[in-house]
């Protein structure tokens, strides 16, 4: 009887403990994937309904059609430099707010975009780079003729480094405050210059930081639609707009569904090949 007491306490105990995540995780995680993962194996119907037979036509199409792996590549090409614009700008950033004594405000001025919808920070854009906007509007100033910045992939860019910034920055802070700075001075006592030293001794202690930013970073700008639907005015399509557009106008929910699987795949292995490099430690700091 004691024993059977035990174990329904440790029963208890465990559903109430894991229980809620585990819970989250099938409802909002695993549910939703197995529906997705089942949509893509079925076909359009007359209506663009979800309809037999089951089958891999979807993922046979994407991977044979060229215009499907332009999309997939322009999408990686425009996330790779994105990101890439992104780390130029937030590394020295997230040091100079760590070596601030004013740390914690320059750290609220980073999040502060967030307490504004995201459609409205991408629409604030638009009335800056438009032909009648205030960056033509200082480049007029100056006697010089107006610049075609909206609709444009200069726009994309230059938008999708501004919304993830932050992304890549908070990780990367979290990093450079645990910098042992001791270990520079070492590197110094033996010899090595300002670059070598911060290359050998703390260059190495952000890289949990740093790659956790990249992947925080490069996943969504890799997946994004709205600011390249806006910003790129139709003119540049990534592959969330072509997830978008057969989900709307298309109405081809099967292909859709498959090409977010094939999305959902790329993220996959983006994490898998952070894991392999990183470990557990390398997870949390992604976490």
Same mark, same amino acid.
């Given at each position: 009887m004691?024993e059977?007491?035990?174990?329904r306490?440790n029963l208890?105990?465990?559903?109430?403990?894991?229980?809620?995540? /585990?819970? @989250?995780?099938?409802?909002?995680?695993?549910? %939703?994937? +197995?529906?997705?993962l089942?949509a893509?194996?079925?076909?359009?119907?007359? =209506?663009?309904q &979800?309809?037999?037979?089951?089958?891999?036509h #979807?993922?046979?199409r =994407? =991977?044979?059609? !060229?215009? =499907?792996?332009e999309? +997939?590549?322009?999408?990686?090409?425009?996330?790779f430099?994105a990101? $890439?614009?992104?780390?130029?700008?937030?590394? !020295?950033?997230?040091?100079y707010?760590?070596?601030?004594?004013?740390?914690q405000?320059?750290?609220l001025?980073?999040?502060?975009p967030?307490?504004? #919808?995201?459609?409205?920070? $991408?629409?604030?854009?638009?009335?800056l780079?438009q032909r009648?906007? $205030?960056?033509?509007?200082?480049?007029?100033?100056?006697?010089? %003729? %107006?610049?075609?910045?909206?609709?444009?992939?200069?726009?994309?860019?230059?938008?999708?480094?501004?919304?993830?910034? %932050?992304?890549?920055v908070? !990780?990367?802070?979290a990093?450079?405050e645990r910098?042992? @700075?001791?270990?520079?001075?070492?590197?110094?006592?033996?010899?090595?210059?300002?670059?070598?030293?911060?290359?050998?001794?703390?260059? !190495?202690?952000?890289?949990p930081?740093?790659l956790?930013?990249?992947l925080?970073?490069?996943?969504p700008?890799?997946g994004?639609f *709205?600011? /390249?639907?806006?910003l790129g005015?139709g003119? +540049?399509?990534?592959?969330? #707009?072509?997830?978008?557009?057969?989900?709307?106008?298309a109405? #081809?929910? /099967?292909?859709?569904a498959?090409?977010?699987?094939?999305l959902?795949?790329? *993220? &996959?292995l983006?994490?898998?090949?952070?894991a392999r490099?990183?470990?557990?430690?390398?997870?949390?700091?992604?976490?």
């Amino acid at each position: 009887m004691r024993e059977a007491a035990s174990l329904r306490r440790n029963l208890l105990r465990f559903l109430l403990t894991v229980g809620p995540g /585990a819970l @989250w995780l099938f409802a909002f995680v695993l549910l %939703p994937s +197995v529906l997705v993962l089942i949509a893509s194996l079925m076909s359009r119907g007359s =209506f663009g309904q &979800l309809a037999p037979p089951l089958g891999l036509h #979807n993922y046979v199409r =994407f =991977f044979t059609e !060229p215009l =499907f792996w332009e999309i +997939v590549g322009r999408s990686l090409w425009i996330g790779f430099w994105a990101t $890439v614009l992104t780390v130029l700008l937030g590394y !020295p950033l997230a040091f100079y707010i760590a070596q601030h004594r004013h740390k914690q405000f320059l750290l609220l001025l980073v999040i502060i975009p967030f307490f504004t #919808n995201f459609l409205i920070r $991408v629409y604030a854009w638009i009335v800056l780079l438009q032909r009648e906007g $205030v960056v033509n509007a200082v480049i007029t100033a100056f006697g010089l %003729p %107006p610049a075609e910045l909206f609709p444009s992939s200069f726009a994309v860019y230059l938008a999708t480094v501004y919304t993830y910034l %932050p992304f890549f920055v908070l !990780p990367l802070y979290a990093a450079v405050e645990r910098i042992e @700075w001791n270990q520079l001075e070492a590197a110094y006592d033996l010899g090595a210059g300002p670059l070598r030293g911060f290359w050998e001794a703390i260059f !190495p202690q952000t890289l949990p930081g740093l790659l956790a930013g990249f992947l925080l970073t490069f996943i969504p700008a890799v997946g994004t639609f *709205v600011i /390249a639907d806006l910003l790129g005015g139709g003119k +540049v399509i990534l592959i969330g #707009n072509l997830i978008q557009q057969q989900f709307g106008a298309a109405q #081809n929910w /099967a292909f859709g569904a498959a090409c977010s699987m094939i999305l959902m795949g790329l *993220v &996959l292995l983006g994490l898998w090949l952070y894991a392999r490099s990183q470990g557990e430690r390398g997870l949390d700091e992604l976490v």
